[in-house]
């Protein structure tokens, strides 16, 4: 199994980068499986409808990094690991880097502490790759408005100083992880934006010796 995740502030466009990604991966021959977080699972997107729920404004950001770490506990263990010895690339929409950038460097939590709590939990899992969508929060807040009818969640309608240390974080996080995480431009052409996240994957398949699965 090859475990892949995109990363990046709202608005970057990585889902829709990810469900290209998909159908060109199975054109390739690959077993692809996508999914997301908070949730990828019955169990997990419950937790997602707590954590997103705009009438929970009083929520502690430390009730908030535990809510995380439940959903995608339970993620990782009904969706991921049991993939494990299988002949499938999974690419998650998110995961623990999600919760460093907004939780921890967005809301001034403990870094450190949030590390020793995923890293327990987790069992120090970590993505094979990591692809972070870099966009301006401005710009992206500005895509998610221009989306009609869209639900905004709790965290869409955080101020832009929220928002802007997120982006900070997941500078952060790539400077910490170069072998793992890359940064890619999401604010060029979607045909750009893929094909540049495109290339990391098939480096990546080329670099683990995967195979699609008729061969």
């Known amino acids: 199994m090859l475990f892949i995740t995109f990363e990046g502030p709202e608005g970057a466009g990585k889902t829709t980068i990810l469900k290209m990604i998909k159908e060109q991966l199975k054109?390739?021959?690959f077993?692809?499986?996508?999914?997301?977080?908070?949730?990828?699972?019955?169990?997990s997107e419950q937790?997602?409808?707590v954590i997103l729920n705009k009438d929970n404004t009083l929520?502690?950001?430390?009730?908030?990094?535990?809510?995380?770490?439940?959903?995608?506990?339970?993620?990782?263990v009904e969706k991921i690991l049991p993939e494990k010895n299988n002949n499938k690339i999974i690419i998650s929409d998110r995961f623990?880097?999600?919760?460093?950038a907004y939780q921890g460097y967005a809301?001034?939590?403990?870094i450190n502490k949030i590390n020793v709590i995923q890293n327990m939990i987790f069992e120090n899992y970590q993505p094979d790759l990591t692809v972070i969508f870099d966009i301006k929060p401005e710009v992206g807040?500005?895509?998610?408005?221009?989306?009609k009818g869209e639900y905004l969640n709790r965290l869409d309608e955080e101020k832009i100083e929220f928002h802007q240390k997120v982006y900070n974080g997941y500078k952060?996080?790539?400077?910490?992880?170069?072998?793992?995480?890359?940064i890619i431009d999401a604010s060029l052409k979607e045909n750009i934006v893929f094909n540049s996240a495109y290339e990391l994957i098939k480096d990546l398949i080329e670099e683990k010796g995967f195979k699609p699965k008729n061969i």
């Open 31 to 43: 077993d692809v499986i996508v999914t997301r977080e908070p949730g990828g699972s019955e169990i």
């Open 47 to 49: 937790i997602r409808q």
């Open 172 to 182: 952060k996080i790539a400077a910490k992880n170069p072998k793992r995480v890359h």
């Open 141 to 147: 807040l500005e895509r998610i408005l221009l989306r």
């Open 96 to 100: 623990s880097d999600s919760t460093l």
């Open 107 to 110: 809301r001034n939590l403990d």
């Open 27 to 29: 054109q390739d021959g």
């Open 59 to 76: 929520m502690d950001p430390w009730t908030e990094v535990l809510l995380y770490v439940a959903a995608r506990r339970q993620h990782l």
